[in-house]
């Protein structure tokens, strides 16, 4: 897979993507999206699209890095990285080698709250593809040779991103403002821990967390609901019934207004910082997301793009995004900025934020990010994978079948009240800061507690 | 996908300027596949190619599914074009344009996508430069308008120029400067063209970027910048009629203002030396090698031999079930990735990589004689024809599934005709990756890779950890 070559740490990239497509509003005409329920119980949103040979499936369950065994982060990255190594009577070159002549491409992936899976046929070969999945879901092998070389390519991984800025600044980040909590450990695992992760570690995760009770589908492509139906029944049906998820406790942001500098010797510092955000349940959430999107959304007219980039030249990338995690509610904003001026960049996203919660945003550009968000819908329904992924995600956030219908409703009736309510609780006790590089006349700040 | 290691990354020739989620990503570690044709990706009837009067090349690509069309605007310029001197220039010329007209003056053409709820972005290559938008195709005409306006119509002025050139060098930081492994693709790839601009890097070297001043963008802009040598693509909810109608009305009006000669470059002389180089970065956990091969692209290839190498890259060293995988990752144990890959989308000779990272314990050298070996065992054993199918049947996939992104339709015709293809060279692939024979396959591996076409790169923590080992 092309690791794409973003500015966004992949987790942001990622997540960013997710959130877009969740809040865009949507054309009626674009997404007829049947229930469709299995004889055998097992639900999933089809959007039947007939004019091209293919089928998208993306599915999620509920508990992804977080249900790692506390002491052995990695687990659920390995059972990602393991699900398509051999299953049933095929062996690992087995298995990629019928993957391969079905053309049939899987993979899965995880988050802190979710394991993703998402798969990609040719109808004329959906037979063969639906029993690749069923296998690699239901009778995974987990073979000995198969674990060993996975682990030396996530170990080797891991070497590499251990002086990468980015992954530094992240993983520092994470792990201290989530100090003593699942949201805290990193999902890929350590170098430490992945040696010890064992056959049965990724066993006994799979028989949690991989389970109907949470599963969650979402189909695009030349299939009726009958055959979906029954397609569903045969990948899924074979799955325990429940599982057994380790609770995660509820966790507001505390760590703001300190800051983490980390030394490495790299000529341009990576910049992480995070605040307290809003629950995507909260009913001024759409609200911050527009205001989101004035101050630092993905466009070229944003607050941080306008002064930190197309003004004075800081930095090649600034953005902020929403995240809200399904334990705790955050607010992100990256950048990459030169030794030299890493404090300059920092003070202005700092100050721009602040400026931002105390006066809100303009009604004129209340009215064009409306505009932006209105109008951007549509392209979120040109591909198959795209939709799929988007009804997946409304899925997994609650918002109802209808969400993709009400979408443009709910952005416009944000009003200038709501938008400077809701921008005041960005942030709210300012954010928490890691730096990575040598950011010149830029220390740490109270990093203890 | 968790349990692939990405190892190459000198293989991005083009960089996506504008960071926005909608970043386009051209080239990559699955470039053969990438380059793959779009015969039954869209039947010929579908696309359509004109030219207007004043040299403009259209292509229209229909897709119904959505209201929706992906509008890009391409130029045959790149890295590859740029005076010496002056690398970067391309690159930097495509961030200013960005900044405005006298029609349209500073950042409105950026407002009015936003307006509308359009995405747009751009990006550079060694022989392109491309700027696109996409919206709701009610939009479409809008964007044309000022899409035209901008081909001759740039105002730069010192206040726009001067915080756009620290953005680039912020760019080339992010990119390169901090990143090991993009250092060292630079350098085996300026090991590796004697005498061809490939050689240079696509954002230019950081000491003539610093020295790139708004005439240089301005002299390289009126040389290049004219309908006569670009190409429209337009994708999407749309009919070639629609789309002619409207470009005749925005683009048909803009004069040619550039003289467009043949595209020229310094070619390469034989190569006789294989090249060895390695980079040291303290930062160097996971050691990790490279070697690039010149070899054809799809333009200056005989017939069917770009195709074979198409097919050599896949069998080779793509994915798990390759022969550098088999070998050196699953039998012997001493590599935790291998692979291949080939970049046959360009104008001039081009790039056959092959890359590895040791397991411990194993060093460079012991992995990289083993990759020969393991090749030269590759051309004694033959290609299977289980092998050859599986392979020639997943690279002509993806150009079904190709269909399903409009955006990516737009980008393969948009990268074929600015690097010598046509629309017929794009439809037929697929028909010549199924003409591929084991011989042929085999005849690439033995003509291609020879290691005196090569550069071979190690990267290393330190110096002292090369030893003597290199036989």
């Not at chain 1, 393991?82 to 049933?88: I, N, P, T, V």
């Not at chain 2, 337009?234 to 803009?254: H, I, P, Q, S, W």
Request: aromatic share 8%; net charge neutral.
């Amino acid at each position: 897979m092309i690791r794409h070559r973003s500015i966004r740490g992949l987790l942001a990239f990622c997540w960013l993507a997710a959130v877009a497509i969740a809040l865009a509003p949507a054309p009626a005409s674009a997404t007829n999206i049947e229930r469709v329920v299995s004889p055998g119980g097992i639900e999933a949103w089809l959007v039947r699209e007939p004019s091209l040979p293919l089928i998208a499936m993306n599915f999620a369950f509920l508990g992804g890095a977080n249900q790692d065994p506390n002491e052995k982060p990695g687990v659920a990255n390995m059972v990602a990285a393991m699900l398509d190594e051999g299953a049933g009577e095929l062996n690992d070159s087995a298995f990629q080698r019928r993957l391969e002549e079905t053309a049939f491409e899987m993979r899965f992936s995880v988050t802190r709250d979710y394991f993703y899976g998402a798969a990609r046929m040719l109808r004329d070969k959906q037979d063969e593809s639906l029993d690749l999945l069923r296998l690699a879901l239901t009778k995974p092998r987990f073979d000995a040779h198969a674990i060993a070389r996975i682990h030396g390519q996530t170990l080797a991984g891991l070497r590499r991103e251990s002086t990468n800025p980015t992954t530094i600044a992240t993983r520092t980040w994470w792990r201290r403002a989530f100090a003593n909590h699942a949201y805290g450990r990193p999902s890929g695992g350590t170098l430490e821990s992945v040696p010890t992760i064992t056959a049965d570690d990724i066993r006994g995760y799979a028989k949690r967390v991989l389970t109907r009770s949470t599963l969650k589908v979402s189909v695009v492509g030349d299939i009726d609901a009958a055959s979906l139906g029954k397609a569903l029944d045969r990948v899924f049906g074979d799955l325990p019934a429940t599982g057994e998820l380790t609770p995660i406790p509820e966790r507001p942001l505390d760590a703001a207004g300190r800051r983490v500098v980390s030394q490495l010797d790299v000529p341009q510092s990576v910049v992480l910082m995070g605040g307290v955000g809003l629950s995507r349940k909260d009913s001024d959430f759409i609200p911050a997301f527009v205001v989101n999107h004035i101050l630092g959304g993905g466009s070229f007219t944003s607050r941080l793009y306008d002064e930190v980039r197309d003004k004075r030249g800081l930095a090649y990338g600034v953005y902020s995004y929403l995240l809200p995690l399904r334990h705790s509610a955050l607010f992100m904003v990256s950048t990459q900025a030169s030794a030299e001026r890493t404090a300059e960049a920092v003070e202005l996203i700092e100050s721009l934020v602040r400026r931002m919660a105390e006066d809100g945003p303009t009604e004129d550009e209340l009215a064009k990010a409306k505009s932006y968000l209105k109008g951007s819908y549509a392209l979120n329904f040109d591909t198959s994978a795209k939709i799929a992924n988007l009804l997946l995600q409304v899925q997994l956030d609650d918002l109802g079948i209808d969400y993709i219908e009400r979408r443009n409703g709910l952005i416009d009736a944000v009003t200038i009240a709501d938008a400077k309510r809701a921008a005041k609780r960005l942030a709210e006790s300012g954010l928490f800061v890691t730096v990575v590089g040598r950011p010149k006349g830029l220390e740490s700040k109270d990093p203890g507690g | 996908m968790p349990n692939q290691l990405t190892t190459s990354t000198s293989i991005l020739k083009a960089i996506a300027c504008l960071a926005v989620a909608a970043g386009l990503h051209l080239g990559g570690a699955n470039a053969a596949a990438a380059q793959a044709s779009v015969a039954q990706a869209a039947p010929k009837s579908d696309v359509s190619y004109f030219k207007l009067a004043n040299g403009l090349e259209v292509v229209v690509v229909p897709d119904r599914r959505a209201p929706v069309v992906t509008h890009m605007l391409w130029y045959k310029v790149g890295a590859a074009d740029e005076p010496p001197g002056k690398s970067g220039i391309a690159h930097f010329l495509e961030h200013l344009l960005f900044k405005g007209t006298q029609k349209n003056p500073g950042g409105r053409f950026s407002q009015t996508v936003a307006a509308v709820g359009g995405q747009e972005n751009a990006f550079t290559s060694s022989d392109y430069t491309g700027y696109y938008q996409r919206v709701s195709k009610e939009h479409l005409r809008t964007l044309m308008d000022f899409e035209a306006d901008r081909m001759t119509g740039l105002v730069l002025t010192d206040e726009a120029v001067v915080p756009e050139l620290k953005v680039v060098l912020e760019e080339q930081s992010q990119r390169v400067a901090n990143n090991p492994r993009a250092r060292l693709g630079e350098q085996i790839e300026a090991a590796l063209f004697l005498n061809h601009p490939y050689g240079r890097p696509l954002i230019g070297w950081r000491h003539e970027i610093e020295a790139l001043t708004r005439e240089d963008a301005l002299a390289f802009y009126r040389q290049h910048y004219s309908p006569n040598n670009a190409v429209l693509v337009v994708a999407g909810d749309v009919t070639a009629d629609e789309v002619r109608a409207l470009a005749e009305e925005t683009y048909g009006k803009v004069k040619p203002v550039a003289q467009i000669g043949p595209r020229r470059r310094p070619q390469e002389p034989p190569h006789v030396s294989p090249r060895f180089l390695s980079l040291a970065d303290a930062r160097v956990q996971q050691p990790s090698m490279q070697r690039s091969y010149l070899v054809p692209s799809a333009t200056t290839a005989k017939p069917g031999e770009s195709e074979s190498l198409d097919v050599l890259a896949y069998v080779l060293g793509h994915g798990n079930t390759s022969w550098l995988y088999r070998k050196l990752v699953v039998e012997r144990d001493i590599a935790v990735g291998a692979g291949s890959w080939y970049r046959g989308t360009a104008l001039d000779q081009t790039i056959f990589g092959i890359y590895g990272s040791p397991k411990p314990g194993t060093t460079l050298s012991q992995l990289e004689q083993a990759m020969d070996t393991a090749i030269a065992e590759f051309i004694a054993a033959g290609v299977s024809a289980q092998d050859l199918d599986r392979a020639k049947n997943r690279l002509i996939a993806d150009s079904i599934y190709a269909r399903d992104s409009q955006a990516t339709m737009a980008r393969w015709f948009g990268a074929a005709l600015t690097t010598g293809g046509t629309i017929a060279s794009v439809q037929g692939w697929p028909d010549r990756i199924r003409a591929v024979s084991a011989a042929d396959v085999i005849n690439a591996a033995k003509t291609w890779l020879d290691k005196r076409r090569s550069a071979t790169g190690y990267l290393i923590k330190d110096a002292s950890q090369l030893e003597d080992k290199r036989s």
